[in-house]
């Protein structure tokens, strides 16, 4: 059974356009997250939740909103699609938030945008 | 603001050697360390995770170890093997987990 799953793997939009990725895990975790990998495979966290409840914004464009209707999915919604969206998102999930908890993480999705 | 750089950012070495690879941070106020392996076009698969008290991990032909005073982590790998080729990601988690840069392993056959 996959424990952090993503859909769709690829997605080729043009700018301007709205799209949503999914997030889904069955590991019981409390928390989950989104990531986004740029051209230089660089991984940087976008957002956090915890218990459906928004912790971690880190300055990501208003563009971006995340939505969690329940502990197990984390859902990526993204307007007006720009050139510079362009990169691999991945979703991960943990118990906690704080603490030594292990992150595990999506296969990730590749976001085109032409 | 935690950073995290791993040197060298790309490595190529033959078969069979033995090889490290090293990562630094620069607040050593973590939970914890971890190791990721990166396949192109794939996604994270988790290697070892060091926790702050510990001071190094093994498993298989892996060993990480951690000295947090520092800012330090290794991770060596004994015997390579060509499909031990990847992109190695180390990453440190206090209130959020930072990743650095990677290192692209190749293993020359």
């Known amino acids: 059974d996959t424990a952090v799953s993503q859909t769709p793997k690829y997605l080729v939009t043009q700018m301007g356009n709205d799209k949503s990725i999914k997030c889904e895990q069955n590991?019981?975790?409390?928390?989950m997250y989104w990531y986004k990998q740029d051209s230089k495979k660089f991984l940087k966290i976008m957002f956090s939740y915890n218990n459906k409840e928004l912790i971690i914004n880190e300055t990501v464009p208003n563009r971006f909103s995340p939505k969690s209707p329940d502990k197990a999915h984390l859902n990526l919604h993204i307007n007006s699609l720009e050139l510079g969206d362009s990169a691999v998102y991945f979703c991960?999930?943990?118990?906690?938030?704080?603490?030594?908890?292990?992150?595990?993480f999506g296969p990730g999705t590749r976001l085109t945008v032409l | 603001k935690q950073e995290v750089t791993q040197i060298p950012a790309a490595l190529s070495v033959p078969e069979g050697e033995n090889l490290v690879l090293n990562c630094s941070f620069t607040d050593s106020a973590i939970y914890n360390l971890q190791w990721f392996r990166q396949d192109p076009g794939k996604g994270l698969t988790s290697l070892l995770l060091?926790?702050?008290?510990?001071r190094e991990q093994t498993s298989g032909r892996l060993n990480a170890s951690l000295d947090k005073s520092s800012g330090r982590s290794t991770l060596y790998i004994a015997a390579s093997q060509p499909g031990d080729s990847a992109t190695y990601l180390c990453?440190?988690?206090?209130?959020?987990?930072?990743f650095g840069t990677g290192t692209r392993l190749t293993i020359i056959p």
């Open positions: 060091i926790q702050s008290s510990q």
């Open positions: 990453a440190v988690k206090d209130e959020k987990l930072t």
């Open positions: 991960a999930s943990s118990h906690g938030l704080a603490g030594p908890d292990t992150q595990y």
């Open positions: 590991l019981g975790h409390d928390t």
